[in-house]
């Protein structure tokens, strides 16, 4: 007898109105007619689903099963060729996040917002960002090859050190025709995958005309004869498509990714210590590939809110020792457990990945302690549970200072990660998801949180904007698919801390002299990079505006648009403390800042002081800043700006999905656009 699905139950909207919910996917016929949102809520649990992520898991079940009877590895090469999913066909998540909804606990039994009858002057592209006329590159020459390659190791391989020095620059020498064997497919489709990847910088600088995506389309052409399943090095290559993909649309889900590489960590049992000895430096590539797959699938997953790919305890692996590649060439010990790590110079360029696999390690237990959808099936708690969460909050703010604290210190930083700045960052907006989580696990009855937490959450906020704010404007960072998540969930995160602290005085009187004008400058500050973003980024252009019209109706301040590649900023007659966008405040950073000398950009950052801008890409008409927009629901009321609750209905609940989902390749539903015609001003 064939398999049946199991009957799906009657969708919220059905219920309450008790009418006949006829099931149909991805809507019922009832949403489908309302243009609403089919929500299923799980009895035992009260967890929230839409109808059609529901559908597009079976179907993506059906695919699976079917690729399950192909030979091996070939349905998975089908996939990553040509994506199974289009972004019509994409579903759109609703579950627990760090990232989702911004404290959707708080104001769950709020109304939704409407914003049925808001207009916007400029309708917004409903079609992603593509590069199709960018054709594939031919090998760069020896020279430049060269500086690619020691650009990736001085800066990407510090925070995702997924091939070693000495097997790179072999396939080098293979590739150049340098070397005794002849180049592989494998040889060139890597080379071509650092080239793109570490060309990002050049092009953005102006330095170089090849569009770095044309070394992904090079690299493209080697796909089909290179190894995606199996064994280590097939992790790596998906790993350097996960990583371009940060930058570039590719039209393949980044999570998905993420998610194919833990499996295959768990099927060769990288999980696990090797059971067979291996040399110190096979053993701590070992490692290193395990605890980057790892950090993608908790920050992906954490932010995405769905869960882990494998749970701590399954974890039996250590971190990597904090040795540099080349001391591990040259060890006589056996095995990496033999190796005195002591006795090594510190810090290294083995320093910078394990401070961040430490810190992500903390916040999966921050995200098991206050995100875990098992532990928020009602939403009525005792008084008491509010002890507990001070008790959580404490005990992880003192870890994570303490993680903060013992941050590698480079006295001549020459790469992003080696900034005092990006310590302060990564702590920071992980500092942001602790107190979310437990402004989120606070009782509900017309309970208002704490104003000592509120003010917490908005300092965290502030500082988060701040601290990327000075990098960009120093050169020292440049802009990708997750800092665009980050600035635009703080910012919200601003918006809601404000509209329960500030007072209720007229919305024009509230200005940057106010008593909140340091978060205001922030605020208009985030919305004023993110135009920035989008000079290579325009698939990003729905996301910036949106949050645009919302700063601009809060603080009665539109952000100017730019298309310029590199910020026009110049140093000669500015303070430090007056370089970041907008804000005359210095941020408030770890005392390790003070060491930060403001020599250059970085090789991963953008050159503040270079006008030669790359040529950039037009996704629609300009912004009218004359124009005047108003919504129909007041941002000084959490009650309406915030009632998230797992209900696509939110217009803002989507966005804060949507943007999370864009920042990882997850195409967001096609109704988080067509079902507010008011978006295209229509």
Known sequence: MPFQHPKIPACERCRLRKVKCDSKPPKCTGCTRSNTACIIVEAGTHERFSRDSIYQLERRLEYLDSVVHQPLGEGLRESLATPGRSRHESS????DGSGLGLLREISMTANTASLSNARLHEGVASSPYTIETVAAHMLPSWELANILVERHFNHMHLHHPLLARFSVEELLQRVYGKGILPASSEDYYRSFMIFAISSVTMFRRGEIQEHPYGYFRAAQQYAPEVSIIGSIGAIQN????????MYYHIDCSIWDIGRLCMRQCVEVSLHRRPVAPLSPIEEQIRRNVFWDCYIHDRYSSGILGRPFAIAEHDIETPLPIEVDEENLLNSTARSLDEVDAGSFTKPNKASVFRFVV??????????????SSSDQCTTRRPMAEVGRIKLDLDRFSVEMQQIRDTAPV??????LYQRPQWYDFMVEKDRLTLIRGALARLPKDNFQ???????????????????????????????????????????????????????????????????????????????????RFMSEMPDAGQFVQVFDVLVKQYTGTRARSSRNVTPPISFEDMDLQ???????????????????????????????????????????????????YELDFDLDDPQN????TGDNNNLLGQMAVGVGEYAWAVPPSEALWSDYGWFRGQ
């Open 92 to 95: 759109h998540f609703v579950g």
């Open 238 to 245: 998906l790993l350097l498509i996960a990583r371009f993909a």
């Open 358 to 371: 430490e810190l992500r390690r903390l916040t999966t237990r921050v995200s098991n302690a206050f995100f």
């Open 410 to 415: 480079f006295q001549d930083p020459k790469s």
């Open 449 to 531: 949180p704490p104003r000592w937490m509120l003010r917490s959450y908005l300092q965290s906020a502030v500082n988060v904007i701040e601290l990327y704010a000075s990098m960009f404007a120093k050169g020292h960072i440049t802009w990708t698919r997750s800092y665009l998540q980050i600035l635009f969930t703080t910012g919200l995160a601003i918006i809601y801390s404000l509209s329960l602290l500030r007072p209720k005085e007229a919305r024009q009187d509230f200005d940057t002299g106010s008593d909140f004008g340091r978060e205001l400058r922030a605020l208009i500050s985030a919305s004023e990079l993110m135009q």
């Open 578 to 628: 007056e370089i970041s966008l907008h804000v005359s405040q210095a941020p408030r950073v770890h005392k390790a800042a003070e060491l930060d000398i403001v020599n250059g950009p970085d090789e991963q950052g953008v050159d503040p002081t270079n006008m030669s801008a790359p040529p950039t890409y037009e996704w629609g008409p300009p912004f009218n800043h004359t124009q005047d």
């Open 641 to 644: 700006y915030f009632s998230f």
